[in-house]
């Protein structure tokens, strides 16, 4: 069965403050793993798909990097607007079937 | 502008009612999701469809039912035999199954 784990679960910056969030995964090949952003009451919003260790995006203050066990989230410089909820999500390569994990609850404070 | 509508932002259910959740693309996606989500706990697949007239459970199906008669249309209907309703469902769309997810803003549904 995919597992996903995220941690920290909460995790509470200064404004400039950068820092990683983590995510293990298991699953029976890999198709793809993604990041989304979530903030309260709204539903996820898309940010990154990885698809092979060793690949790398970026999107601003945001940059994601994969290896074949973990995926991680570097946020560099956080703004209070990077406050939300940022979720992991695998999928393997022989269903259809995407496994979140349950996210890390990021606070930014001025 | 495209993208995903789900309706309503609130709804509430009373024992043994059913209530359909209604969502709509205007993507032109042919893969449509939806998940549930609950404190503490990732998102979970309810049903799922990869095209009009199909569809396929979930990890979390029992107590819930799906039709897809249009290509736009996806909507969830929770049945009094759901006996934990109350969560944050969530509708996605994907160009093609297996694509990254495009979220509505979800339906809080609460039990009266």
């Known amino acids: 069965e995919d597992q996903v784990t995220q941690s920290p679960e909460a995790l509470r910056l200064q404004e400039g403050e950068s820092s990683s969030l983590n995510c293990s995964y298991t699953?029976?090949?890999?198709?793809?793993l993604f990041w989304y952003r979530q903030d309260p009451g709204k539903g996820p919003e898309f940010l990154f798909t990885?698809?092979?260790a060793g690949e790398e995006k970026e999107k601003e203050r945001l940059k994601a990097t994969l290896t074949k066990k973990e995926s991680f989230l570097h946020i560099t410089a956080p703004k209070p607007e990077d406050s939300a909820t940022y979720l992991c999500?695998?999928?393997?390569?022989?269903?259809?079937?995407?496994?979140f994990g349950t996210g890390t609850k990021l606070q930014v404070i001025p | 502008d495209g993208g995903i509508t789900q309706s309503p932002k609130y709804l509430f259910r009373k024992e043994g009612q059913n209530v359909t959740l209604s969502c709509e693309q205007n993507?032109?996606?042919?893969?449509m999701y939806w998940y549930r989500q609950d404190p503490g706990q990732g998102l979970r697949l309810i049903y799922y469809?990869?095209?009009?007239?199909?569809?396929q459970k979930g990890d979390i199906a029992e107590g819930y039912s799906v039709s897809r008669e249009k290509k736009e249309s996806f909507p969830l209907t929770v049945t009094s035999a759901q006996k934990n309703p109350t969560a944050f469902y969530l509708c996605?769309?994907?160009?093609?199954?297996?694509?990254?997810?495009?979220f509505g803003s979800g339906t809080q549904l609460s039990v009266l």
């Open positions: 996605a769309s994907s160009l093609r199954s297996g694509e990254k997810l495009f």
């Open positions: 699953v029976s090949g890999l198709r793809g």
């Open positions: 990885l698809y092979s």
């Open positions: 999500a695998v999928q393997a390569l022989t269903y259809q079937k995407v496994t």
């Open positions: 993507l032109n996606h042919d893969a």
């Open positions: 469809s990869q095209i009009v007239n199909d569809f």
